[in-house]
């Protein structure tokens, strides 16, 4: 059946120190099973990408892993992953994972995690893409950095237009409803070959 939706879900690949940040996770991943979507995600099964892949299947959803070899070989695939892909680069990995891709979502995470989120929202402003970007600010987890992004405004290098295209929010449920709800109304074409 196709998925009435599909999520790319950047995340940690450690659990993080608060049993809250698992929690949340598998809240994301049944939210995304119980409303017919699609997961798309890394591939892993450490950490908080482990929690909401799994939660995803337990909730009779699609998950979509994007995994480069080298990851596979040191054995940190989820092999219960609907679809595995095994890619030859890191480059690939993420150009696949965006467009599968309608909606991209970040939980708490460690640099990759950043990395993702700061990848896509480039994409974003720099019009590859016309998918919505959320970051999930679980418990403050990102009040620095949201700070920091105010400071480079103030300071000149950033808009207040490209704060826009981000959606922040605290409740996980609200901030995928809203993702996808975006997300049906993007209509601007994939130019990510261009990338
Ligand atoms: P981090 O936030 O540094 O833990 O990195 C997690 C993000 O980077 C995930 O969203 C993945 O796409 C990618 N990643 C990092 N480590 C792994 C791993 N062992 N297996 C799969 N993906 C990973």
């Known amino acids: 059946m196709t998925p009435a939706f599909s999520v790319c879900v950047y995340c940690g690949s450690r659990p993080g120190a608060d049993p809250g940040f698992s929690e949340t996770a598998r809240q994301v991943g049944q939210w995304i099973g119980e409303h017919g979507g699609q997961l798309v995600y890394g591939g892993g099964r450490n950490g908080l990408m482990g929690v ?3 939660a ?10 994007v995994i480069p070899k080298a990851l596979v070989e040191k054995e940190w695939a989820h092999t219960g992953c609907t679809e595995l892909h095994v890619v030859d680069t890191m480059h690939e990995r993420k150009r696949i994972m965006a467009e599968y891709a309608d909606a991209f979502l970040s939980l708490p995470g460690g640099i990759g995690t ?3 989120f700061f990848e896509v929202w480039t994409w974003r402003q720099l019009g590859y893409h016309a998918k919505p970007v959320g970051l999930l600010n679980l418990n403050g987890y990102y009040d620095h950095l949201l700070a920091f992004l105010a400071t480079s405004v103030s300071s000149g290098f950033m808009n207040d237009w490209q704060m826009d295209l981000i959606h922040v929010a605290v409740e996980p449920a609200a901030l995928l409803e809203q993702l996808v709800q975006v997300a049906g109304m993007a ?6 070959d261009q990338i």
């Open 56 to 65: 995803t299947l337990a909730a009779g959803g699609r998950v979509i892993g």
């Open 114 to 116: 950043l990395e993702e």
């Open 187 to 192: 209509t601007e074409g994939l130019r990510l």
């Open 52 to 54: 909401v892949a799994d």
